[in-house]
C-alpha cells in the first residue's frame, strides 16, 4: 500500500461549509464540523434521496447543473458461493505496470465525467469488471450512478459517516480520480480514526460506494 496521504488544501475554492472545517482541522478522524447546508425547498443533508440512498450534498448557490447529491444506501456487493465479496480492483496493474488515464479531476461534480472517462478507457484497454464499472452499473432505483471524485467523496465522509447520520463498513472506498499512472484516490469511511485520503495502487481491491446527481 502506498503510504502517501493527502487532505484538501484550505485554500480550495469549494465553498462546502462542513468540508473545509474538515479538511483545515489537522486531525487523522477529519476534523470535528458537520454541515449544516440546507436546501429550504426540499431535502437536506441526511434525508432520504429518491432512490433509497442518503442527501451528502445540497447545491443551494446554483453552483452545477445539478440539486442534489445522493448517496447509495449501500456499498457493492457481489455474493459468490457462500462468500460475499466487496473489495474490487481500480485497474489492473499487473507486474507493477499502469498507464495514465488523462481528464479525472478531484472537486464536487467531478464523479460523474471521472467516472465515464475512466470506464471508456479501461474497456478499450480489455479491462471490464473494474470499479468504475461497478458503480455504473449498480441497480438501485432510476438513478445513473457513478463513482465518487476525490472531493464527493470525502464530503460522504464529513456529512454522512462524521456525524453518524449513515453507518456503512469501515475501511477504504475507492474514488473515481487517478493519482497517478499507477494510483488512484481512497478514503478511509471508518469512523472513529478514518477520514484520510490515500493514494494506492490500481490494483488494490477496496470497497465501493456509488453515488448519484439530481
Not at 25 to 50: H, K, M, Q, R
Not at 68 to 89: D, T
Not at 160 to 183: E, N, R
Request: charged share 10%; with cysteine.
Amino acid at each position: 500500500m502506498n503510504a502517501s496521504r493527502s487532505r484538501l488544501p484550505c485554500s480550495s475554492a469549494l465553498l462546502v461549509l462542513a468540508f473545509l472545517a474538515t479538511a483545515c482541522g489537522g486531525s487523522s478522524g477529519g476534523g470535528e464540523g458537520t454541515s449544516d447546508i440546507i436546501d429550504s425547498g426540499g431535502l437536506v443533508i441526511g434525508d432520504t434521496g429518491p432512490n433509497g440512498g442518503t442527501i451528502f450534498f445540497v447545491d443551494n448557490n446554483d453552483d452545477y447543473t445539478f440539486s442534489y447529491l445522493e448517496a447509495a444506501p449501500n456499498r457493492i456487493s457481489f455474493r459468490v458461493g457462500p462468500s460475499l465479496n466487496v473489495l474490487f480492483m481500480w485497474a489492473s496493474t499487473a507486474g507493477g505496470a499502469g498507464y495514465s488515464i488523462p481528464g479525472t479531476s478531484d472537486g464536487i461534480g467531478a464523479g460523474q465525467q471521472n467516472t465515464n472517462i475512466v470506464a471508456n478507457s479501461l474497456t478499450s484497454d480489455g479491462q471490464n469488471g473494474r470499479a468504475v464499472h461497478l458503480a455504473l452499473d449498480y441497480d438501485q432505483g432510476s438513478c445513473e450512478w457513478f463513482l465518487p471524485s476525490k472531493d464527493e467523496l470525502n464530503l460522504m465522509y464529513v456529512n454522512l459517516i462524521q456525524p453518524a447520520l449513515v453507518s456503512m463498513p469501515g475501511g477504504l472506498y475507492w474514488s473515481s480520480t487517478q493519482a497517478s499512472a499507477g494510483h488512484a484516490w481512497a478514503q478511509s469511511m471508518s469512523s472513529p480514526g478514518g477520514g484520510f485520503q490515500s493514494s494506492l495502487d490500481k490494483g488494490q481491491a477496496n470497497q465501493l460506494w456509488p453515488i448519484c446527481a439530481h
